[in-house]
């Protein structure tokens, strides 16, 4: 396969363990997951769903933080090496020009995504129920809350990581105000990061995800089209179960789906991703890439208590979403 990942970056000390012998998945996981206990801060119940990006030679990341009173933020770290994590004690402190906007109700689920000349973070935004909010830094220290994107009730944005057409692109999922037991993934476009819409229908349930699914990660600009990390979950007789898998999607038209996985890639099956807060839930936030070996690793949450770690390489995950995908 003639492959390249596009616009991508160097990360030569990516957190990274080898498929152990015995493994033939395209996902594997960290061997001392979770890399993110729940208890790292004094007051925290609960550590998941979070964004890493490599900065300066490091890596930093924004992290959903569940305290014991469970009011739910966002709050900023550090790691030399992707690995051990240095979490501040207090939430971020959002500069906003608009009271109305800037009214803390809950923050959580982040995405950090690297576009033109600053880091622009989304995640789900308290307003009259849960939408989506953008803010920006440019250095991790003062961080900027803009305009919400979408009306409630919407969920999992992702930003793109370039402009598509000259327009700002973002995923999201429509949904509810409460356990939202639908959902598909759809496409906006924006001129000025404020006003969003040409919205079109991305990608719907599945077999193993018949219930609803939402963008993960940052999408990964590849040859053979986008590369979408993504999260469904099933109903079971006890509850949704939440596992990832990936599509490709069109790089001019990236609402059209040129192939998608059957299976899932990754589900909930170790003791970590089957017990805590929310049982059974594999929910993929972040993926590191490095351009020059095409190592991926990738930041989830498990159970919707910990944060944990899985390692890919991005050429044999495009090949596995073309070998498995879905026959009309």
Same mark, same amino acid.
């Given at each position: 396969?003639?492959?390249?990942?596009?616009n991508?970056?160097?990360?030569?000390?990516?957190?990274w363990?080898d498929?152990?012998? $015995?493994?033939s998945? !395209?996902v594997w996981r960290?061997?001392?997951?979770p890399v993110?206990?729940?208890?790292?801060?004094?007051? /925290?119940n609960?550590?998941f769903?979070?964004a890493?990006?490599?900065?300066?030679?490091?890596?930093?990341?924004?992290?959903r933080?569940?305290?014991?009173?469970?009011?739910?933020?966002l709050?900023?770290?550090?790691?030399?090496?992707? @690995?051990?994590?240095?979490i501040?004690?207090?939430?971020?402190?959002?500069v906003c020009d608009?009271?109305?906007?800037?009214?803390f109700?809950?923050r959580? $689920?982040?995405?950090?995504?690297? @576009?033109?000349d600053?880091?622009?973070v #989304? *995640?789900c935004?308290?307003?009259?129920?849960?939408?989506?909010?953008?803010g920006?830094?440019h250095d991790?220290t003062?961080?900027?809350q803009?305009?919400?994107a979408y009306?409630p009730?919407n969920?999992?944005?992702?930003?793109?990581?370039?402009?598509i057409?000259?327009?700002?692109?973002?995923?999201s999922?429509?949904s509810?105000?409460?356990? #939202?037991?639908?959902?598909?993934?759809?496409? /906006?476009?924006?001129?000025?990061?404020?006003? *969003?819409?040409?919205h079109?229908?991305?990608l719907?349930?599945g077999? *193993?995800c018949y219930?609803?699914?939402?963008a993960?990660?940052i999408?990964?600009? #590849?040859?053979?089209?986008?590369?979408?990390i993504?999260?469904?979950?099933?109903?079971?007789?006890n509850g949704?179960?939440?596992s990832? /898998?990936?599509v490709l999607?069109d790089l001019?038209?990236?609402?059209k789906v040129i192939?998608r996985?059957a299976?899932?890639?990754? /589900?909930?099956q170790m003791?970590?991703?089957?017990?805590?807060?929310?049982?059974?839930?594999?929910?993929p936030c972040a993926a590191? !890439?490095d351009?020059? #070996?095409?190592?991926?690793?990738?930041?989830?949450?498990?159970? $919707?208590?910990?944060?944990?770690?899985a390692?890919a390489?991005?050429?044999?995950m495009?090949?596995? !979403?073309k070998d498995t995908?879905?026959?009309d």
């Open positions: 396969m003639n492959f390249q990942i596009v991508g970056v160097s990360i030569p000390d990516i957190p363990e498929r152990p012998a $015995d493994c998945d !395209v960290y061997q001392h997951n993110i206990p729940r208890n790292l801060l004094k007051d /925290s609960s550590i769903n979070s890493v990006v490599p900065y300066q030679g490091a890596y930093v990341g924004v992290f933080i569940d305290d014991r009173r469970r009011v739910m933020n709050f900023f770290g550090r790691s030399q090496d992707g @690995l051990a994590w240095q501040e004690p207090q939430p971020i402190e959002w608009d009271a109305e906007i800037a009214r109700q809950y959580y $689920d982040p995405r950090l995504t690297w @576009l033109e600053r880091y622009y #989304t *995640w935004n308290g307003y009259y129920g849960p939408t989506i909010g953008i920006y830094t991790f003062t961080f900027y803009m305009e919400n009306l009730f969920r999992n944005g992702v930003l793109f990581p370039r402009k057409h000259g327009k700002y692109a973002m995923f999922r429509p509810d105000n409460g356990h #939202t037991p639908f959902g598909d993934i759809f496409y /906006s476009e924006s001129p000025d990061m404020v006003h *969003w819409g040409h079109r229908h991305v719907g349930t077999s *193993w219930t609803k699914v939402g993960g990660p999408p990964i600009e #590849t040859t053979e089209g986008w590369l979408l993504y999260h469904g979950a099933l109903t079971s007789c949704f179960v939440y990832m /898998s990936a999607l001019d038209k990236p609402w192939y996985a299976p899932y890639m990754l /589900s909930p003791i970590y991703e089957c017990v805590g807060d929310v049982p059974n839930v594999v929910f590191l !890439v351009q020059d #070996t095409q190592r991926m690793a990738i930041y989830y949450g498990a159970a $919707d208590t910990v944060t944990a770690l390692f390489r991005v050429d044999e495009v090949q596995f !979403v995908a879905v026959k």
